[in-house]
């Protein structure tokens, strides 16, 4: 499984979780910061879920 959050643009900001997990229910929360651990921006990203031949991508709001 691999979640990651891209900006507007399509730049990857963050990588959330790259491996595997065991099947069941999963909240997650980003702490609203780049890899480099710098915050990122208020503005909208893109989250994308890939696990297996599942992929989905949705639009979320950061707001500080």
């Known amino acids: 499984m691999r979640i990651r959050i891209y900006d507007v643009l399509g730049r990857s900001v963050v990588t959330l979780i790259d491996?595997?997990?065991?099947?069941?229910?999963?909240t997650l929360l980003w702490d609203g910061k780049a890899r480099s651990g710098v915050p990122a921006?208020?503005?909208?990203y893109f989250y994308r879920i890939e696990a297996g031949s599942f992929v989905k991508a949705r639009k979320m709001t950061l707001v500080k």
Do not use: D, I, R
């Not at 491996?19 to 999963?26: D, H, I, L």
């Not at 921006?41 to 909208?44: D, E, F, L, N, R």
């Open 19 to 26: 491996g595997p997990q065991k099947a069941g229910y999963y």
């Open 41 to 44: 921006s208020s503005g909208v």
